[in-house]
């Protein structure tokens, strides 16, 4: 559910522009667009003459009056109103809500909360849905109310009907496996019956309600019981998958023509833990929280792949190790606009090996017990969310696991013996996560998984230590910001803006041929899902760094994958691409470079 932002009423200007930039709507102002149907609603009031309102005049509407019982959460309201804006365009009205007194994010104390509709049309028609969030629940009377100066708002409005959504609306889960009510791993006519008797009574609970949302408009119909039953007569439900996975790895990777990270994301970590809401550790590394029109603007980048790197240790229980529901299913979210885009989506265990108080695993063999149980433990429960997903899921086992804090922290000295014992544990990690992985079955049995050296280097004293499982579904991944001094060293440490193919080339070279050594000469495919090269105003540069970088890996059958963490400033870590809080191409020069780089590539 998406929640609304929320705001101290402190004068009418204010409220409109803070609704205007902060509050989500269901616009319906021109002529082509048309209304949502509130009678779908679980509880409906309508009226026998619409109730007029104007500017600055409150109207309470009470939920009992429409027939919602008082122990039912409201998960939505929908107001179908009628509004006049004829004295000037463009209008928005406003509608609130009350509620515990609470300090939002200003360290305003607030009553309300609400939403608004931006007018295009003198005379509009819409029907507004509200979201109320979980912790902020509707307790008392609904309030209608016009905000915006005289002249820049809305005449009057009429409210005609309104709606409440209760119950299921709010409680029914993502879709794992479609069709599979009763969770058996099959869906068969138990399932129909399962549905029908949820829908007529007879039951209160289904196992896997998300699984029946054939319609994904969060609540169970009788048309989601026919789409069903056609499923299930058809075939389309109950067929092997042909997806997931015949192929060999190196057939595969030829799909990936290049890709994307979603950087400082779900991976990040937040100061406010252990009280932070999924969006709050979302949004605690500066990037805005992720939108289905952002992974848009990356397909239509030209990208079919999107790395989404996820930290889990903040978000799970410290003794159960069991991870929030409210963060798997934000995880799951964003894992389907990538898969809904018809993209290639791989998902990890992010930034997790470090030394805290919340579960976690670090490679030695002091904390291997304890690193194994936690590795193990998010991906039991990720392949169990995921198991029914096709080939266009990835896992990845970890990320850049490594002795944090340690003199090799980076770089491997093949004679250390802590570093010994470190590439040894990776190993023993890598292999224990790809278990755990193929035991949970479903396409997990055959899905491509992808696995790290230590710190994911790709030097030659870390990659003769690394020892891949015996499975014919393995990738191998690696990370290589090459040349160093070019692509990711601060300016005290050598950072340089320079590039040639004459002049770096070689590097990168180089690099290609000691992943062929040691994976693709032993049949082992290689994605490097991070790369890039900091910005120092220099573009035309990187385009042409690029272009030779990806075009070098493709002619070793190498897809790339860019690491942005939508930063757009000068200096080392500033990778940005596509700037996430206006979707538009921060350096076009460098997206035509990758795109050239990966023309052959994904046919």
């Not at 509709?117 to 819409?126: D, H």
């Not at 400033?569 to 191409?585: A, D, H, V």
Request: with cysteine; aromatic share 8%.
């Amino acid at each position: 559910m998406k929640h609304n932002q929320m705001f101290r009423l402190g004068g009418t200007a204010l409220a409109a522009v803070l609704l205007l930039s902060q509050l989500t709507a269901l616009s319906a102002g021109a002529a082509e667009q048309t209304t949502k149907d509130i009678t779908v609603c679980d509880y409906v009031q309508t009226f026998d003459k619409p109730i007029e309102i104007v500017q600055g005049t409150p109207v309470d509407v009470k939920p009992g009056d429409a027939g919602v019982p008082a122990d039912k959460p409201v998960n939505q309201v929908w107001l179908d109103v009628t509004m006049d804006a004829s004295s000037g365009l463009p209008a928005m009205p406003a509608i609130g809500y009350t509620t515990d007194m609470y300090v939002n994010d200003d360290g305003d104390e607030t009553t309300w909360a609400g939403g608004g509709l931006w007018m295009q049309t003198a005379v509009s028609e819409a029907t507004i849905i509200i979201e109320i969030p979980e912790d902020k629940p509707l307790n008392g009377d609904l309030q209608v109310q016009i905000w915006g100066e005289a002249g820049e708002s809305v005449d009057k409005m009429n409210l005609n009907a309104i709606g409440y959504m209760t119950g299921d609306g709010g409680t029914i889960a993502p879709m794992t496996r479609k069709g599979d009510v009763n969770n058996d791993k099959t869906v068969d006519i138990k399932d129909v019956q399962a549905l029908a008797d949820y829908l007529v009574n007879k039951s209160d609970k289904l196992e896997a309600a998300g699984n029946a949302d054939f319609d994904h408009n969060n609540r169970l119909t009788a048309a989601d019981l026919t789409l069903l039953k056609r499923g299930i007569l058809d075939g389309s439900l109950t067929k092997t998958s042909t997806t997931t996975n015949d192929e060999t790895a190196m057939e595969f990777v030829s799909h990936i023509k290049i890709g994307w990270n979603l950087g400082n994301t779900l991976d990040a970590q937040s100061v406010n833990y252990p009280k932070s809401t999924p969006s709050e550790f979302e949004s605690s590394w500066g990037c805005p929280v992720t939108t289905k029109q952002m992974i848009d603007k990356v397909k239509e980048a030209g990208f079919n792949c999107v790395r989404v790197p996820v930290s889990w240790g903040q978000k799970m229980d410290k003794n159960t190790y069991k991870i929030n529901d409210a963060w798997m299913n934000r995880v799951q979210e964003v894992v389907n606009y990538v898969i809904e885009n018809d993209m290639y989506c791989i998902l990890n265990i992010h930034h997790d090996n470090d030394p805290a108080d919340y579960p976690h695993f670090y490679p030695n063999s002091a904390n291997y017990a304890i690193s194994e149980k936690f590795v193990n433990s998010v991906w039991e429960q990720v392949s169990e969310r995921f198991e029914a997903y096709d080939n266009h899921l990835i896992f990845e086992t970890l990320n850049e696991p490594r002795l944090i804090g340690h003199n090799n922290e980076w770089w491997i000295d093949s004679n250390n013996n802590d570093c010994k014992d470190a590439m040894n544990c990776v190993n023993k990690l890598n292999a224990a996560a790809l278990s755990t992985i193929r035991k949970s079955g479903g396409n997990n049995a055959k899905r491509f998984v992808m696995m790290p050296s230590y710190a994911a280097n790709c030097d030659e004293s870390t990659l003769a230590g690394v020892q891949m499982p015996n499975d014919d579904h393995i990738i191998a991944e690696a990370h290589a910001y090459t040349p160093y001094n070019f692509a990711l060293a601060g300016d005290a440490d050598g950072g340089t803006p320079n590039w040639s193919e004459a002049n770096g080339g070689g590097d990168i070279i180089n690099l290609m041929k000691r992943l062929q050594k040691y994976y693709l000469s032993k049949g082992i495919p290689v994605i490097i899902d991070e790369f890039g090269a900091s910005n120092r105003n220099n573009e035309d540069t990187r385009a042409a760094w690029a272009k030779f970088y990806v075009s070098q890996a493709d002619s070793y059958g190498i897809p790339c994958v860019l690491w942005d963490n939508n930063q757009f400033g000068t200096g080392s870590e500033n990778l940005g691409l596509i700037n996430r809080n206006n979707l538009t191409i921060a350096y076009p020069k460098l997206l035509e470079g990758l795109m050239e780089g990966a023309k052959n590539r994904g046919k």
